[in-house]
């Protein structure tokens, strides 16, 4: 595609890409109007999924990341209605301010208080899609949330995890459709780039720690 970097294929137009597509529209089922939740929002996948949500008509897009700078992008550039930075305090409380009305949609690339705070966030009927929970990867220890997934019952949510790799039959309609909104320059992507192959654990390590903005590249 004109105008994209090559390594965009391995971002905005690839695997993380179709990812935020496929959990999006086909996981959690979006639908016009919906209220919906990202964690991880700066990243390669939670960063599609807030505009894809915005550019297909979500009611309001919030989203969660490690910094003020992030927030500051997500609400900038990227055009969600809302973000926070998890450190600032309680994600619950945070969640709260950001969503009065509650959600209808979690895409969930954390886990652990997160996942707790949307349970508590979530509308009757709410739908998340269980794509990560980076804030386990590397616990030494049992995650102490979420506590509270009796409120799954009552609340008659679908909580759904998904592998991309299930979803390919979708990749030429999100090519079509993800490669006409960068090419009107209606949706963005970024990336975070280190340079030399040498440098390539610390980038892993740094994409765990939320050191990225976008997709985590490493240039030969």
Known sequence: MDGVSPSAYLGILGMPGLTAYAGLLDVAAFKEGDVVFVSGAAGAVGSAVGQIAR???????????????????????????????????????LLREAAPGGIDVYFDNVGGDHLEAALFAFNTFGRAALCGAISQYNATEAPSAPRNLGLAIGKQLTLKGFIVGSYNHLFPKFVQEVGGWIASGQLHYDETVVEGIDHMPGAFMGLLDGQNTGKMVVKL
Do not use: E, P, W
């Open 55 to 93: 550019l297909k008509g979500a009611g309001r897009v919030i989203g969660s990341a490690g910094s003020a700078d992030k927030v500051a992008h997500l609400t900038g550039k990227l055009g969600f209605d809302a973000a926070f930075n998890y450190k600032d305090g309680s994600v619950t409380k």
